[in-house]
């Protein structure tokens, strides 16, 4: 049984042990990546989605958000997209330079920053567009605005930092509530117990899977199993001696994702968060040893 101050001292190892920066630049560059992706989509589906002629342009917007009902905060929208709806490639061409820039090291609080700013704007914009992926990528990056730069290429010895553990740590828990409530949600869900809402998907195309495999067999096993390797994931999180086969658990949980709903900008933010907490060891090597 441990003591009161056993787990007041595990608490500050965990939050606020110095971390190697190398660690954190891990992860600073694979989420970098995946908002890079994200923004790369913004540029091409801004103007016609959200422009002045856009399929969902202002004044869309605003009603859809509740404008002139009071409580829902309306008044309160304040992206530039609405004064300036033709704006979003030249918002998602500065976000995309923020992802270079906090990628490669230099200036990350700042990289981080902006393009945190940039991609809350789109969200901001129209909040019943936003997919699975952009809250979990726009979090992550709002966390890392805490871990100082470091340079990939940089020879010198790595160097260590508390606020770069703390960013680190807010990731991890942040992943590990996602797929928590993922979890919980499918759990809630009779359709994923007996397989029909993975079937449905599947007859409409949405996975990688040919319509042909939307039968109930096929269909139950890729809903069991999504949930069983959910479950895992949160099992290899909280115990340290099977933690090692976690990330393997990953990989495959976005592959079953993937036959199913074939969001690709899912699949890159699952792991770009993931890294954070099983980082893949052949990008750990080259940073090392750079």
Known sequence: MKTMREIVHQWN???FCPMELRDVAVTRLFVSIAALSLFLFYFFISNPWFGSNG???????LHFVGQG????????????????PNSGPVIAGIGAFACLLSASGRLAPLGCGMAWVCMVMFQHRAP????????LIAASLF??????????????????SIFGNVA??????????????????????EGWWTGESVR???????????????VPLVAEVLAHGTILLQLGILASITNPTIRSIGGWLVLAFVAVMLFIISDWLYAIAIFATAS??????????AISTS
Not at 55 to 61: K, L, M, T, Y
Not at 206 to 212: E, V
């Open 143 to 160: 966390y890392l605005c805490l871990a100082p730069s470091y340079r990939v290429e940089e020879r010198t010895q790595s160097k260590v």
């Open 128 to 135: 019943l567009l936003v997919g699975i992926c952009e809250p």
């Open 69 to 84: 009902i009071e409580g829902t905060g309306a008044s309160y929208r304040w992206s530039i997209l609405y004064q300036f």
């Open 276 to 285: 954070s907490i099983w980082s893949p060891p052949f990008f750990r090597k």
């Open 200 to 214: 449905r998907l599947l007859a409409d195309g949405q996975g990688l899977l040919p319509r042909t495999w939307a």
């Open 168 to 189: 680190i740590r807010l990731v991890q828990v942040h992943f590990a509530l996602w797929i928590l409530f993922s979890l919980t949600t499918m759990h809630s869900t």
């Open 55 to 61: 399929w969902f342009n202002a004044s869309a917007g």
């Open 13 to 15: 190892v965990f939050w």
